[in-house]
């Protein structure tokens, strides 16, 4: 049976302890929990020891405990710490290897993998401080789970969410190396928007943030795949275990993916541009632009992909669509040779937005799925993937 030990930091996301220790315990993972003093606000030590079915510990000066240097076994006897939520203060403190409480001390004297799951206000996420101790603990070995975006207790909306508890418990079986059912395998995904020059400061783009396909990313690298990740000009972090490669229009990401062959899979999410121009050497002045832009066709990736001697096995196509969304990808299904088409209606904020509503066309039909957060999205067509190879 795997152990882990889970360190619950004092924020409003220490309710979602509960819950991860209860899928834990039906997952077959022993949990033993340390509440700090601001976790004990939020939820009490008798919640969590009957859901974990051991004693819960808070503070260092335990006699009982401490006789046998208690600190030193539970920091030691764990195949894996976890520390969610972990505070903007935890982090810090792990970063500067503060050790004055009993969860500081453990996460210092422990010589296991250590885990952690941010959860804070989204200004708190995003200030340079923690976006420093974050890179430090990077450095230093920790695996760091980003935090989700959406609406937060203090009213704000942005990243900055705990993850839900089977994401958390999703992450936690990667680690123990529980259903890699994607090893040994490589998938090829593509992610964000294409930016297509029109002189050296302007460019053709749209409104694509790469979320969908950099959580599709993560979840396939979760379940052991080799993942290459093709991406557009996004911001957003590369996901643990994935190999990302940065491109900025669509002939350099038609180019990636040639090179990126051979694969098991290939998800093409980005939104590729379908036009550029011949782009200007000097920035065009006010007077010097033409009236009109001469627009030429750029590489159809998921066509070229679909007909290439190096096909993969799986190909799957996305389809953004502002009207009759099925009729569209079930047309473009064929038009394109893809297995899949993972068709969605982008006519309200769903580019950019924490959640999508998809539909999976296949030979066999269309599978309606419901409203759900970008990363289910993934981890489902994930699991589906894995299934189809």
């Keep these: 049976m795997k152990r882990i030990l889970l360190i619950v930091g004092g924020g409003i996301a220490a309710y979602k302890a509960c819950e991860f220790v209860r899928l834990c315990r039906k997952a077959g993972i022993s ?28 503070t260092l000066w335990d006699l009982k405990d401490e006789t046998e240097m208690g600190h030193i076994q539970l920091s030691r006897e764990a195949d894996l710490v976890v520390v969610a939520p972990a505070t903007a203060d935890l982090l810090a403190k792990m970063a500067a290897g503060i050790a004055d409480d009993l969860a ?35 450095s230093d070995g920790v695996t760091i789970i980003e935090p989700d975006e959406g ?12 993850p839900e508890p089977a994401a958390l418990l999703d992450h936690v079986q990667t680690c123990f190396g529980v259903n890699q059912m994607l090893s040994g395998r490589h998938i090829l995904v593509t992610a ?49 275990g994935v190999t990302r490669v940065d491109v900025e229009t669509a002939r350099e990401m038609a180019n990636a993916v040639a ?19 011949e782009a200007a050497e000097q920035k065009l002045k006010k007077g010097e632009a033409p009236s009109t832009l001469q627009l030429s066709e750029n590489p159809d990736i998921l066509a070229l992909l679909s007909a290439s001697p190096h096909r993969p096995r799986l190909v799957v196509g996305f389809a953004a669509e ?22 969605n209606d982008v006519s309200g904020d769903v580019m950019g937005g924490a959640d999508n ?30 299934h189809a190879l």
């Excluded at 996460?107 to 974050?134: E, G, Y």
């Excluded at 609406?151 to 705990?162: F, S």
């Excluded at 064929?334 to 068709?343: E, F, M, N, R, T």
């Design 192 to 240: 964000g928007p294409t930016h297509e020059p029109i002189d050296p400061v302007r460019y053709i783009a749209n409104r694509s943030s790469g979320k969908q396909g950099f959580a599709i990313a993560a979840a396939l690298a979760q379940l052991g795949a080799r993942v290459t990740l093709v991406s557009g000009p996004v911001t957003a972090p590369t996901p643990s």
């Design 259 to 277: 090179a990126a062959l051979p694969a098991d899979a290939a998800i093409m999410v980005a939104a590729v541009g379908d036009w550029h121009v």
């Design 104 to 138: 500081t001390t453990l996460l210092l004297a422990t010589d296991k993998p250590v885990m952690a799951a941010p959860a804070m206000n989204v200004r708190m996420w995003q200030h340079p401080a923690t976006r420093r101790n974050v890179a430090q603990l990077r």
């Design 31 to 58: 949990v033993k929990c340390v509440l700090t003093e601001g976790a004990q606000h939020f939820v009490t030590p008798m919640t969590l020891a009957a859901l974990s079915e051991n004693q819960v510990y808070t």
């Design 322 to 343: 502002t009207e009759k969304v099925v009729e569209h990808a079930t047309a473009k299904r064929l038009l394109k040779g893809a297995d899949w088409i993972v068709a």
């Design 357 to 386: 509503t998809v539909h999976l066309v296949t030979a066999d039909g269309v599978e309606d799925w419901e409203k759900m957060p970008k990363d289910r999205v993934a981890r489902r067509l994930a699991e589906r993937i894995a």
């Design 151 to 162: 609406p937060m207790a203090c009213g704000e909306y942005g990243p900055g969410r705990l």
